[in-house]
Antibody, heavy 126, light 113 residues
């Protein structure tokens, strides 16, 4: 069973860059079947998909964040990362990393997020 | 973007009674190539990450109790808890993975009456 663990600063100053890492255990980010995702949840609110990265480095981003967002993968450390620049109070949220169900043997995407980290609260504050 | 609209926003159900949550999509999430609806349901308890309950709109994920069932196709979907238990108190979200950006419904809070 794959396990995911987010890490990073709990407080980031406005206009700075938010950086988080998701360490993967019990599985490999090099497994070509899966997308590795970031999702956030504003306090008391619903879920927002941020984007994903594939083991090759291919990414897909939410257009609402695309101009400020970089998601990358480090196969040597078996982890993937999120960088969100020029943050404001509106970026205060719990950030989750998650792995989806990947692709089946026929190559169809199976989607759905089956493994989640516990989440980390990031507060944007001076 | 595909917009998912859940209803109701919250509901209170007596223990042992049925709870029904609806999710309506602004666009079909049915993929004709493999005849699958690219829709999932999650349960999120307070202070915890979401847990996958249902994928392909109606397939229970491993370990999910059979009191949870789901149905629907195209743009209209339903999650049903057939006999509400105390441990089912949570927020429930639908999620489409048909088209990026993946999107979620706004959530439904289920409480005990």
């Amino acid at each position: 069973q794959v396990q995911l663990l987010e890490s990073g600063p709990g407080v980031v100053k406005p206009s700075q860059t938010l950086s988080l890492t998701c360490a993967v255990s019990g599985g490999s980010v090099r497994n070509g079947s899966f997308y590795w995702n970031w999702i956030r949840q504003h306090p008391g609110k619903g879920l927002e998909w941020i984007g994903y990265v594939y083991w090759s480095g291919m990414t897909s981003y939410n257009p609402s964040l695309k101009n400020r967002l970089t998601i990358s993968v480090d196969t040597s450390k078996n982890q993937f990362s999120l960088k969100l620049s020029s943050v404001t109070a509106a970026d205060t949220a719990v950030y989750y990393c998650a792995r989806d169900r990947g692709f089946d043997r026929s190559g169809y995407y199976q989607g759905a997020l089956e493994s989640w980290g516990q989440g980390t609260l990031v507060t944007i504050s001076s | 973007d595909i917009v998912l609209t859940q209803s109701p926003g919250s509901l209170a159900v007596s223990l042992g009674e049925r709870a029904t949550i609806k999710c309506q999509s602004s666009h079909s999430v049915f993929y004709t190539s493999n005849n699958k609806n690219y829709l999932a349901w999650y349960q999120q308890k307070a202070g915890q990450p979401p847990k996958l309950l249902i994928y392909w709109a109606s397939t229970r994920y491993s370990g999910v109790p059979d009191r949870f069932s789901a149905s629907g196709s195209g743009t209209d979907f339903t999650l049903t808890i057939s006999s509400l238990q105390a441990e089912d108190v949570a927020d429930y979200y639908c999620h489409q993975y048909h088209s990026t950006p993946w999107t979620f419904g706004q959530g439904t809070k289920v409480e005990i009456k």
